[in-house]
């Protein structure tokens, strides 16, 4: 999963994000779910042969069918533990019926989508 270098290739992390974004919004829709878009990738840093990864999922927004899922992908040094925001990327998944049309999906809750909008 790494290149010359011996740093996670990026494509690996984009296929990385969008299964966690894929379970992200599986788990709030409880519904199949198909990736419409990506809206942005930032790299920060790079994740070096041997390190963790550690994805963490939000749902940051929500339409009639589709969420929008922000993940997170940390690298973690196992044995000194420091730990560094990797990869950020944002996208669009559309919740799916049993025809394989776009369904409805929850509602963002209030609290959720006050907390999202303020984050970073």
């Not at 942005?40 to 999922?57: A, M, N, Y």
């Not at 929500?62 to 969420?67: A, K, Q, Y």
């Not at 049309?101 to 929850?106: I, R």
């Amino acid at each position: 999963m790494t290149n010359h270098y011996g740093t996670l290739f990026g494509g690996q992390a984009l296929a990385l994000i969008d299964k966690a974004a894929f379970i992200g919004a599986s788990r709030y829709a409880r519904r199949t779910v198909v990736t419409a878009s990506s809206e942005r990738v930032d790299f920060h840093v790079p994740v070096r042969q041997g390190q963790l990864v550690e994805l963490v999922t939000r749902i940051v927004a929500t339409g009639r069918s589709s969420m929008t899922v922000e993940v997170d992908l940390f690298a973690e040094d196992l044995l000194t533990g420091d730990r560094q925001l990797a990869t950020r990327g944002r996208f669009v998944l559309v919740a799916l019926d049993a025809h394989g049309k776009p369904t409805n999906v929850p509602p963002l809750p209030e609290s959720q989508a006050a907390a999202s909008v303020g984050a970073s």
